[in-house]
Each structure stands twice: as C-alpha cells, then as structure tokens.
C-alpha cells in the first residue's frame, strides 16, 4: 500500500515539476495512440460495415479471422513488424523502423481486428434492425452502409475507445519498432519498462498513475460528447 | 407503374413454401385489403410485391417498366416503425434525399408534410424517443413525403392502442385522397371493413378469394373465408 | 451535407497523415548499445556534448550485447558500442564491422545479500568467491541473455575451472533479463549477482544486497566502438557515423566520459588510447 501511496507522490511530483522531458513522452504517447486508432477505425469500420451487411462465400471464415486477430499479441504485432521494416526487410528502404511512424503502423495493426471485429457485431445487429426499412426507403447497400454505421455512432465510440486503450497500455510493439529511443520513440509504456528495469519503482508507477489518468480522461471526454449527443439525437 | 401482376408467384424458405402460386392484378383505383389470419403468408406477399424478397417461381411484374421495381414510386410502412437516431424531420428528409429531392425542397415538403400528420410540433425531438403512435404516424410522414403511387402498409396498427389506431386510420385515409394507391395488410375484420374497398383474402399461402368488401364480408364465397370471418379460423 | 461532410472528413484523413508522417529532416545516426550503458546515464550525459558539436543527433537504441550485433547485422544500425571484445571481433570478421576501437572501461562487480551464506564478503577474488557459491549451493543470479555482462559472468566460471552449464544446480537462476531485472530478482530472493558498476550505483531497489567482491582486475569491462559496414550495408551513414566515433576516442570525448559521475563515484574509465584493450 506504501508503494501506492509513494507512486501518487511521484506522479504529482512529476506533473507539478512541469518536466519537460516528461510532457514530450506524454505528447508522443497521445500522438502515437490516437493517431493509430484514428487510423485503424478508417480501416475497420468500413470493413466491419462491409462484412456486417453483405453476404459471400467465406464470410465466417473471415468473422473468425477478424475475433482471433483481436488476440493478436502486441509483442508479435512488433516482431513482424520489425522485420517487415528493418533494413534487412521488405521496406527496410523506407527507413521507417526506430521512428513514431514505426510505432503507429504496429499499434494500427494491433488495434484494426479490435474495431472489425466488434464493430462488425455491433452494425450485424443493428442491420437486422434496419435492412427492411432501409431497402424500402431506396438505399443502395452503400449508403445504407454508411446511414448504419452513423445510427450506430455511439456504440462505435465505445469500440473505438476499447481500441486506443488497448494501444495506449500495450508495450511490447512500441519496444520492438520504436527502440525505446531516448527523446525520439520513448513512450509511456516504454518508460515505464525502463524505469521499473532499472529498480526506480516509485518513479515507474507514478508513470503508470499518469498513464491512466491520462485514458480516464480520455474516455472521460468521449463521455461528455456522447452524452451531448444522445441528448440532442436519442 | 400500375398495375402490379403477379403470376403464379411462390416464395419458399427453410424448406417451406409460404406462398404457394398467387396469381393477381392489382389496379389503381380501390383500396386493396389483404386479410388472412396470422402465418397465411401476408407479410411475405407485400414484401414480395415491394420487392424486398424475390419470388422462388412466377412473375412479379409492375407495368410500363417491366418487372424492375422504380424506386422511390412505391414506398412501405411496416408494423413496426424504424426510425434512424436523429431528429423527425431529418427522418423524413432521409427518404427525400435518397430520392434526389434538393436540399431546400426536402426542407419543405418535410416540413408540411408532418403539419399535415399532426406531428409539426415534434419535428426537432429524437425521433427514437417518441411514442409507439408517434413512431407510426412519423413513418406514414416519412412514406407520404415521396410522394408514392403505391403505398404498401403491412399492419402498421397492430402495436398501437385504439386512439393511435384511428390517428394512423385517418393519416391512411388522408393519402389515399391525395392520390396513392393503399395496399394494407390487416387481420383485424374491422379495419378491413372500415378502410378497405377490396378483399385479397390469403389462406396458407395462396390467393383463395377477391372481393368486394361488402360481399366478401356479407356473402363470402370460399369456406375458408366463411370460417374466418366467423373466426373459427386457427390463429397460428 | 453529403460535399461538406465530405471535405471535412478528407481534411481530417490529411491532417492524420501529417500527425503520422516522419517529421525531421535533422541529421541523426543510429548507435546500438547495451541496456546496461543507457541505464547507467552515461548517454544522457555524454551525448548532449557531442550533438552540440557536430548538430548530429545520436538514437540510442538499448538491447542485450548479442541483439545489438544482431541488430547491426541486419544493417538496422550506423555505430555498435557495446563491452563484449571476442563477440565484437567475430563481429568484425564476418564483416559487418569496420574497425574495432577501444573506449572506455568499467568493472563489475559481485553484488550479495548482506546476510552473506558464501562468506566471501570483502573479498578480492572474484574466481575464489565463485567457487565459495558454489560450494555453499548459495542462490546466484545470472542474467542468462548473451549480454557482455553474461559472457563476461560465463567466462569467469570457466577461469574458475567451474563448466557451468553442466555443473549449475537450483541455486543458479537464470532469468534472461537485463541488468536491472536482474539485481530487482536477486534482491527480492537475496542472491548473489554479476553486476557493472554503472547499474549497481544508479540501482535504486537494493533491499539487503551490497557489494561483496569487487577489484579484481578479472572484473574489468572493455567497451568497443565500431562502425557498421557501409560496403556490406549501404544505408549506413558512413561520415556521420565515423564523425561519432573520432570524437568519443578523442581527448574531449574521453574527457566527457571521465566527468560523468554519480555522486562522487566516476563510473567509466577512458582508455581509447590503450590500443590493445
């Protein structure tokens, strides 16, 4: 319980010595995460929409790629994506590996089964409801498409808060692509794992105080913009 | 687009035959009731007909177009309401806007077109959180508004308590004096006595007899009809 | 609707992909080292002088002795600084490498718990107190990882005549981590461990454990630097990385390796002019 009590001190000692090295691995974590899960929704959202309402041949096989995919562990995501990137690799010339961009391709194939995934549930669902009414009213398979996964918007949110926490809190990806450089690729997460390797576990669990702050307020912001929302859309 | 001709239509699933060869012209003009008790293949048919599912044998033909249904010509109410989660009127203009209707014009027409239902006061409210009977009467708006030729309901009353029953039977009388062709599905005697000119009536899937509604219901030809209307009809 | 919703969300699609895009266009290299050395803090210190000078930016990245060669051989880094001398030259020979340079030294040292069951405690012998453990079954950590400090800890059994690998019993636990999870480990069951100094000193975990033998010219750690091949790898940043490398040999490199302290204790010794170390 010490321990605990000693990591709030630290984490409002750190916050309070408005350290500058430690805003900027807050900043590259909020830029690295939020940027991954941007992108990932753009990805799985759609393909989530797509597999929702049509029908094809393999389609179960591909819902059971997308739920065993969430599993993925990040710290596999990171190997391959290492190798994929290293200069020994297939794109080693793009010169991306040891960078944040590094960083947001692994933490965006992390998190795309996430929203696929859970989102395809939620808008196969949603689609029983809507299908008749939507055909009926003269919505191509697009647009209907498009009009489900925006009736649906708030239980997307959610999904897609599922997925930046699990970006936010993972480090095995980050390790491996990002390198953990000093002022370049060190986030959180990684400094976390430094600070607790080096024994400094008051200093790494007031992070991790941080670290969590941080998602709650997140989530915490989403939250009120939802709520706006539903009061004004029901 | 009308008239509709169904030809030796049948319609399976699962292994089962729900409509089984129903042969049929429906003409503008008189309101067309189809009556049958539950499970006959109702609901099935008019969804046929508005082309939600497609026959497993026959024709379904609408005229001048060949069998290709125009959109937004016909438009469906059905039993229960779906409204997308905005506003009512943006329900309304949804439909407007798939029809190509410009944004100003949708604006409008949406506009009159709840006046006219009694629902003007609720155009900005989620349209979600209205009631059962609101629901209904801002899916009848949101049909009407397309101005259709056909309007297709499929039991839009039967959630509906009495006082919502007989807004929903005004709103229905309404359209059909602006000019719309009423296609309704019912297995309430009363409304079809009230709202209909016509009796399409369905028994296990297929077509058994058409009438006029006084002499279907005073004089009924097929015994199956007979025993309906006396209601000793199964229910299942 | 449909056009501004369009533009809005094309809008947002660019500035995703600016946030995302790879921002400097700073000159950096990329150097592989140990764990041990960027714990230590002698980066944070040394580098900042060097990157003021030469407006070369120097990315650090920390693994274990074998992963950073194997990283350098993979052609994924500029400048290899690590303190493992055989694996260095093997290095070389396969031609990753250009030149081995010497730099700096430090030692290690047998970190204990104060309770001591090996009773070697201030002794300095490192072979005579390995033996001792061994003899007393007395729990020993190892870090398990083919590190510099892990060859250096395997050759130290071998001049003490001990086959480890054959000869270990419960009481060695490997745990295949670095330095830090090392000492925390052997804190917490009160084993005897193979540290750096360097690490020991910034270790802030220590429970019960202390120095127990330390001195022994056996213990001293030799770093290299080395320049990755530019024939062999073509990406590497072969003047910037050699500008890397003349300066950490030169006076003012080793004398910024001298003055970083903790506390009062200098951590690593220059020795770049001892061309045979």
Same mark, same amino acid.
């Given at each position: 319980?010490?321990?605990?009590?000693?990591?709030?001190?630290?984490?409002?000692?750190?916050?309070?010595?408005?350290?500058?090295?430690?805003?900027?691995?807050?900043?590259?974590?909020?830029?690295?995460?939020?940027?991954?899960?941007?992108?990932?929704?753009?990805?799985?959202?759609?393909?989530?929409?797509?597999?929702?309402?049509?029908?094809?041949?393999?389609?179960?096989?591909?819902?059971?790629?997308?739920?065993?995919?969430?599993?993925?562990?990040?710290?596999?995501?990171?190997?391959?994506?290492?190798?994929?990137?290293?200069?020994?690799?297939?794109?080693?010339?793009?010169?991306?590996?040891?960078?944040? /961009?590094?960083?947001?391709?692994?933490?965006?194939?992390?998190?795309?089964?996430?929203?696929?995934?859970?989102?395809?549930?939620?808008?196969?669902?949603?689609?029983?409801?809507?299908?008749?009414?939507?055909?009926?009213?003269?919505?191509?398979?697009?647009?209907?498409?498009?009009? %489900?996964?925006?009736? /649906?918007?708030?239980?997307?949110?959610?999904?897609?808060?599922?997925?930046?926490?699990?970006?936010?809190?993972?480090?095995?990806?980050?390790?491996?692509?990002?390198?953990?450089?000093?002022?370049?690729?060190?986030?959180?997460?990684?400094?976390?794992?430094?600070?607790?390797?080096?024994?400094?576990?008051?200093?790494?669990?007031?992070?991790?105080?941080?670290?969590?702050?941080?998602?709650?307020?997140?989530?915490?912001?989403?939250?009120?913009?939802?709520?706006?929302?539903?009061?004004?859309?029901? | 687009?009308?008239?509709?001709?169904?030809?030796?239509?049948?319609?399976?699933?699962?292994?089962?035959?729900?409509?089984?060869?129903?042969?049929?012209?429906?003409?503008?003009?008189?309101?067309?009731?189809?009556?049958?008790?539950?499970?006959?293949?109702?609901?099935?048919?008019?969804?046929?007909?508005?082309?939600?599912?497609?026959?497993?044998?026959?024709?379904?033909?609408?005229?001048?177009?060949?069998?290709?249904?125009?959109?937004?010509?016909?438009?469906?109410?059905?039993?229960?309401?779906?409204?997308?989660?905005?506003?009512?009127?943006?329900?309304?203009?949804?439909?407007?806007?798939?029809?190509?209707?410009?944004?100003?014009?949708?604006? %409008?027409?949406?506009?009159?077109?709840?006046?006219?239902?009694?629902?003007?006061?609720?155009?900005?409210?989620?349209?979600?959180?209205?009631?059962?009977?609101?629901?209904?009467?801002?899916?009848?708006?949101?049909?009407?508004?397309?101005?259709?030729?056909?309007?297709?309901?499929?039991?839009? /009353?039967?959630?509906?308590?009495?006082?919502?029953?007989?807004?929903?039977?005004?709103?229905?009388?309404?359209?059909?004096?602006?000019?719309?062709?009423?296609?309704?599905?019912?297995?309430?005697?009363?409304?079809?006595?009230?709202?209909?000119?016509?009796?399409?009536?369905?028994?296990?899937?297929?077509?058994?007899?058409?009438?006029?509604?006084?002499?279907?219901?005073?004089?009924?030809?097929?015994?199956?009809?007979?025993?309906?209307?006396?209601?000793? %009809?199964?229910?299942? | 609707?449909?056009?501004?919703?369009?533009?809005?969300?094309?809008?947002?699609?660019?500035?995703?992909?600016?946030?995302?895009?790879?921002?400097?266009?700073?000159?950096?290299?990329?150097?592989?080292?140990?764990?041990?050395?960027?714990?230590?803090?002698?980066?944070?210190?040394?580098?900042?002088?060097?990157?003021?000078?030469?407006?070369?930016?120097?990315?650090?990245?920390?693994?274990? /002795?074998?992963?950073?060669?194997?990283?350098?051989?993979?052609?994924?880094?500029?400048?290899?600084?690590?303190?493992?001398?055989?694996?260095?030259?093997?290095?070389?020979?396969?031609?990753?490498?250009?030149?081995?340079?010497?730099?700096?030294?430090?030692?290690?040292?047998?970190?204990?718990?104060?309770?001591?069951?090996?009773?070697?405690?201030?002794?300095?012998?490192?072979?005579?107190?390995?033996?001792?453990?061994?003899?007393?079954?007395?729990?020993?950590?190892?870090?398990?990882?083919?590190?510099?400090?892990?060859?250096?800890?395997?050759?130290?059994?071998?001049?003490?005549?001990?086959?480890?690998?054959?000869?270990?019993?419960?009481?060695?636990?490997?745990?295949?981590?670095?330095?830090?999870?090392?000492?925390?480990?052997?804190?917490?069951?009160?084993?005897?461990?193979?540290?750096?100094?360097?690490?020991?000193?910034?270790?802030?975990?220590?429970?019960?454990?202390?120095?127990?033998?330390?001195?022994?010219?056996?213990?001293?750690?030799?770093?290299?630097?080395?320049?990755?091949?530019?024939?062999?790898?073509?990406?590497?940043?072969?003047?910037?990385?050699?500008?890397?490398?003349?300066?950490?040999?030169?006076?003012?490199?080793?004398?910024?390796?001298?003055?970083?302290?903790?506390?009062?204790?200098?951590?690593?010794?220059?020795?770049?002019?001892?061309?045979?170390?």
């Amino acid at each position: 319980m010490g321990d605990l009590t000693s990591a709030f001190t630290e984490a409002g000692r750190l916050i309070a010595g408005a350290d500058s090295e430690l805003y900027a691995i807050v900043a590259l974590s909020l830029r690295v995460s939020l940027t991954a899960v941007v992108v990932a929704a753009m990805i799985g959202l759609p393909l989530g929409a797509i597999v929702a309402i049509t029908r094809f041949p393999g389609r179960d096989a591909v819902i059971v790629a997308f739920n065993a995919l969430m599993g993925l562990p990040p710290v596999v995501v990171g190997l391959l994506v290492y190798l994929a990137l290293s200069r020994a690799g297939p794109l080693g010339p793009l010169g991306l590996l040891f960078t944040p /961009t590094a960083m947001i391709v692994a933490q965006t194939i992390l998190i795309a089964p996430i929203i696929a995934g859970l989102s395809r549930q939620t808008l196969e669902d949603a689609w029983q409801e809507y299908a008749e009414q939507l055909r009926s009213l003269g919505a191509t398979p697009l647009r209907g498409g498009l009009t %489900l996964l925006w009736d /649906t918007r708030f239980s997307l949110v959610t999904i897609v808060l599922a997925g930046f926490g699990r970006a936010a809190a993972e480090v095995g990806a980050v390790m491996i692509v990002g390198g953990n450089i000093d002022g370049v690729t060190r986030v959180m997460t990684t400094a976390i794992a430094l600070e607790t390797s080096k024994g400094d576990l008051p200093l790494a669990l007031g992070l991790g105080v941080i670290l969590v702050t941080l998602v709650i307020a997140v989530n915490a912001a989403a939250q009120l913009i939802k709520s706006a929302a539903q009061r004004r859309y029901g | 687009m009308l008239p509709l001709l169904l030809d030796n239509v049948c319609f399976a699933a699962g292994g089962h035959t729900i409509i089984d060869g129903v042969t049929c012209e429906i003409a503008s003009g008189p309101r067309t009731i189809i009556l049958g008790p539950n499970g006959a293949g109702k609901s099935v048919l008019m969804r046929l007909c508005h082309g939600l599912l497609t026959p497993s044998a026959g024709r379904i033909e609408w005229s001048g177009n060949g069998s290709h249904r125009r959109l937004h010509a016909q438009a469906m109410v059905f039993q229960r309401p779906v409204m997308l989660r905005r506003s009512a009127l943006a329900n309304v203009t949804y439909g407007l806007e798939l029809a190509g209707v410009s944004r100003r014009e949708r604006e %409008l027409r949406a506009q009159d077109v709840l006046d006219v239902v009694g629902l003007a006061h609720l155009a900005q409210r989620p349209a979600r959180v209205l009631s059962g009977g609101e629901q209904q009467k801002l899916a009848l708006a949101r049909a009407w508004a397309l101005g259709p030729e056909v309007l297709f309901l499929d039991e839009p /009353t039967a959630n509906l308590d009495p006082g919502a029953t007989r807004e929903v039977e005004t709103i229905v009388g309404q359209i059909r004096a602006s000019g719309t062709k009423i296609v309704m599905t019912t297995h309430n005697l009363g409304q079809a006595r009230r709202l209909g000119d016509e009796i399409l009536f369905i028994s296990a899937g297929r077509l058994v007899e058409r009438a006029p509604v006084d002499r279907f219901f005073i004089q009924p030809a097929s015994a199956e009809a007979a025993a309906f209307i006396r209601g000793e %009809l199964p229910w299942s | 609707m449909e056009l501004r919703r369009n533009l809005i969300g094309t809008g947002l699609a660019l500035a995703v992909l600016a946030f995302a895009a790879p921002a400097t266009a700073q000159k950096f290299i990329t150097v592989a080292s140990t764990t041990s050395t960027e714990q230590s803090g002698l980066f944070k210190h040394v580098l900042p002088i060097f990157e003021k000078k030469s407006g070369i930016q120097v990315r650090v990245v920390a693994l274990g /002795t074998g992963q950073a060669l194997d990283l350098a051989r993979r052609g994924d880094a500029d400048v290899v600084f690590v303190h493992a001398k055989s694996q260095e030259e093997k290095f070389i020979q396969e031609g990753h490498g250009v030149k081995r340079l010497p730099v700096m030294y430090n030692d290690f040292v047998l970190i204990g718990p104060k309770a001591d069951p090996a009773k070697i405690g201030g002794g300095k012998d490192i072979v005579d107190a390995l033996k001792k453990i061994k003899g007393a079954s007395a729990p020993f950590v190892s870090r398990g990882d083919r590190s510099g400090t892990h060859s250096a800890e395997i050759n130290l059994w071998k001049i003490a005549g001990i086959d480890i690998a054959k000869e270990k019993g419960p009481w060695y636990r490997e745990v295949g981590q670095g330095m830090g999870p090392a000492l925390n480990t052997s804190s917490s069951m009160g084993a005897y461990v193979l540290s750096d100094r360097a690490t020991w000193l910034a270790f802030k975990n220590r429970g019960s454990l202390v120095i127990s033998v330390e001195g022994d010219k056996r213990l001293f750690n030799q770093y290299g630097v080395i320049l990755v091949n530019p024939e062999k790898h073509k990406n590497v940043k072969r003047a910037e990385g050699q500008a890397f490398i003349d300066w950490i040999v030169s006076p003012e490199g080793q004398k910024a390796i001298a003055d970083y302290k903790i506390g009062s204790d200098q951590l690593f010794f220059p020795n770049a002019h001892e061309a045979a170390a």
